[in-house]
């Protein structure tokens, strides 16, 4: 008798061991399409430059720069203090100057021209500076200036007086500047600039040392006043 196969039944069927799959390394970084992050970058660190670049900024150049010699600190005692009496002179000796340029000017125009209207413009001209020599030593005495805990106070005037308060955090700028003959006499001019052009403060008439000493306290207390320190 022959055997007939079931067709419900399933034959069983074998199947050969899959291997086992390897270990993933848990230090083993995902791959993904994100670029790759800089480290953040430091703003006050100091810039780099190369060697040889370095070495040409100094090539060929004087050997060393001139700079004044910083002083201590000023006190911000409050206390006023005034402008050097050189100033005066100094005034005086550019404003003799413009006489003698108006005066010759006049004769020329006066005498070799023969235009008469010139006269008119050298008078008034000569009036006004002459009036600026009469009162000049008395404006000088009016210049002042006191530094406080919080901002630098300047005056000037004498009808018309002006008094500004300049605080420390807002200066951008501390600049002093001397022409030929300020230098001569050993004075300076000392320039605030703030955001604010109103604000302003010139102070002429300083001696050299009293301009630098002032400079370097303005930076250095306008610094700490600006990181609110």
């Known amino acids: 008798m022959t055997n007939i196969p079931d067709p419900q039944a399933t034959p069983p069927t074998e199947f050969a061991a899959a291997p086992p799959a390897a270990p993933v390394a848990p230090d083993t970084a995902p791959v ?21 670049a370095a070495a040409a ?3 060929g150049t004087y050997e060393a720069l001139r700079t004044p010699k910083s002083t201590a600190a000023l006190s911000l005692d409050g206390v ?14 550019q404003n003799v100057v413009i006489l003698v340029l108006i005066a ?14 010139v006269w008119i413009p050298a008078g008034i001209l000569a009036f006004f500076t002459l009036a600026t020599l009469i009162i000049l030593p008395r404006q000088a005495r009016a210049i002042g200036y006191q530094l406080r805990a919080d901002d630098i106070v300047f005056r000037k005037g004498i009808l018309w007086q002006r008094v500004i308060a300049v605080p420390y955090g807002r200066m951008q700028l501390v ?15 000392l320039k605030m600039v703030t955001a604010a052009a ?21 930076i250095e207390v306008a610094e700490t006043r600006r990181t609110g320190l």
Do not use: C
């Not at 010759?104 to 209207?117: F, M, Q, R, S, T």
């Open 57 to 59: 900024l100094d090539e």
């Open 198 to 218: 109103t604000t302003g403060v010139e102070i002429p008439g300083l001696t050299q040392g009293a301009a630098e000493a002032l400079r370097d306290t303005l």
């Open 80 to 93: 006023w203090h005034q402008i050097s009496p050189r100033y005066v002179v100094s005034q005086v000796l």
């Open 32 to 52: 993904t399409d994100a670029a790759p992050v800089a480290p953040p970058v430091d703003m006050e660190a100091p810039l780099a430059v190369a060697p040889t």
């Open 175 to 189: 600049d002093i500047t001397h022409g030929p003959l300020d230098r001569a006499f050993g004075i300076a001019k």
């Open 104 to 117: 010759a000017a006049a004769l020329v125009g006066g005498l070799v021209l023969h235009l008469n209207w």
